[in-house]
C-alpha cells in the first residue's frame, strides 16, 4: 500500500516494474523477482496520478459500452475517484451522500431508476457549486499576475462543451459535470477559459500563454480524453 492505494504486487522474470489497472478498478504490480520492496513502494508513489487516471478511464469505459444502471452496485465518479452506487428507501425526504466509498442515494422509490438519476444529477450539480469556487479563487490568483480579473462564474450542465468564456460580458460557463474528474482537470477547463480574456481564439499565442498560466495543460488533457 503507498499512499491509500492499495495494491497486489506479482513478481515475475520480468526486468521492470509495471501496473496494471484490473477491470474491477483493483492495482496489480508486475515487478522483478529480485526487487527490493521499497523501489515497489516508490514505484507506484511516483505514479499515484497515472493510477487515478487509468481507473477513471477503465470506469468510463465500462459505461460506454453498456447503459448506465442507476441501481445499487453501479459505479459512478466523484472528483476523479470511483464510488459505489448505493440507492436505498428514503425513510423521510430524498438525499445524496458520500458514505467511504459509496455514494449513498435515499430515493422515495428506489426501483425507479429514472427518478434516481434525476436526483443523482441535481447532487453532482450541487456539489459542483460548492467545490469550484475554491478552485476558481486558487487559479485566480495566478490569472490576476496577467492582468485577468474575476468573471462572472456560471455553473450548469451542457452536452457538449466543458466551459464556454464570453469575454464581451466577461463571464465563464464551467460545465457542473467536471465535478466527475480530478481537480487537474477542473483547474485546466477554467484556465483554458480565463485565457480567453487574453485571447479570443485558439492559436499558436492563445496556447503560449494558456502554457504560461498552467505549464502541464498538455499532460492534464488525457483526464478529459475518451477513449
Given at each position: 500500500?503507498?499512499?491509500?492505494?492499495?495494491?497486489?504486487?506479482?513478481?515475475?522474470?520480468?526486468?521492470?516494474?509495471?501496473?496494471?489497472?484490473?477491470?474491477?478498478?483493483?492495482?496489480?504490480?508486475?515487478?522483478?523477482?529480485?526487487?527490493?520492496?521499497?523501489?515497489?513502494?516508490?514505484?507506484?508513489?511516483?505514479?499515484?496520478e497515472w493510477i487515478k487516471r487509468s481507473r477513471l478511464k477503465v470506469t468510463e469505459r465500462a459505461a460506454s459500452r453498456r447503459e448506465m444502471r442507476f441501481r445499487s452496485g453501479e459505479t459512478l465518479p466523484f472528483l476523479g475517484s470511483p464510488y459505489r452506487l448505493d440507492v436505498r428507501l428514503?425513510?423521510?425526504?430524498?438525499?445524496?451522500?458520500?458514505?467511504?466509498?459509496?455514494?449513498?442515494?435515499?430515493?422515495?422509490?428506489?426501483?425507479?431508476?429514472?427518478?434516481?438519476?434525476?436526483?443523482?444529477?441535481?447532487?453532482?450539480?450541487?456539489?459542483?457549486?460548492?467545490?469550484?469556487?475554491?478552485?476558481?479563487?486558487?487559479?485566480?490568483?495566478?490569472?490576476?499576475?496577467?492582468?485577468?480579473?474575476?468573471?462572472?462564474?456560471?455553473?450548469?450542465?451542457?452536452?457538449?462543451?466543458?466551459?464556454?468564456?464570453?469575454?464581451?460580458?466577461?463571464?465563464?460557463?464551467?460545465?457542473?459535470?467536471?465535478?466527475?474528474?480530478?481537480?487537474?482537470?477542473?483547474?485546466?477547463?477554467?484556465?483554458?477559459?480565463?485565457?480567453?480574456?487574453?485571447?479570443?481564439?485558439?492559436?499558436?499565442?492563445?496556447?503560449?500563454?494558456?502554457?504560461?498560466?498552467?505549464?502541464?495543460?498538455?499532460?492534464?488533457?488525457?483526464?478529459?480524453?475518451?477513449?
Open positions: 500500500m503507498s499512499d491509500n492505494i492499495d495494491y497486489v504486487v506479482v513478481r515475475t522474470d520480468r526486468r521492470t516494474i509495471c501496473i496494471r489497472i484490473l477491470p474491477d478498478l483493483s492495482v496489480q504490480v508486475r515487478a522483478p523477482l529480485s526487487s527490493p520492496d521499497v523501489d515497489i513502494v516508490s514505484f507506484v508513489a511516483s505514479h499515484q428514503a425513510l423521510s425526504r430524498q438525499r445524496v451522500q458520500i458514505r467511504g466509498d459509496a455514494i449513498v442515494a435515499e430515493a422515495s422509490n428506489p426501483e425507479d431508476e429514472a427518478a434516481v438519476r434525476a436526483l443523482l444529477e441535481r447532487w453532482y450539480v450541487a456539489r459542483a457549486r460548492e467545490r469550484f469556487p475554491s478552485i476558481i479563487d486558487g487559479c485566480l490568483v495566478i490569472a490576476a499576475r496577467y492582468g485577468i480579473t474575476r468573471p462572472e462564474i456560471r455553473i450548469r450542465t451542457m452536452r457538449s462543451r466543458w466551459g464556454t468564456c464570453n469575454p464581451r460580458k466577461r463571464s465563464v460557463t464551467l460545465n457542473a459535470e467536471l465535478v466527475k474528474y480530478p481537480k487537474e482537470a477542473i483547474e485546466l477547463v477554467i484556465m483554458h477559459e480565463l485565457s480567453h480574456f487574453q485571447h479570443r481564439g485558439h492559436d499558436k499565442d492563445f496556447y503560449e500563454f494558456l502554457e504560461i498560466l498552467l505549464p502541464d495543460w498538455k499532460a492534464r488533457k488525457t483526464y478529459l480524453k475518451h477513449d
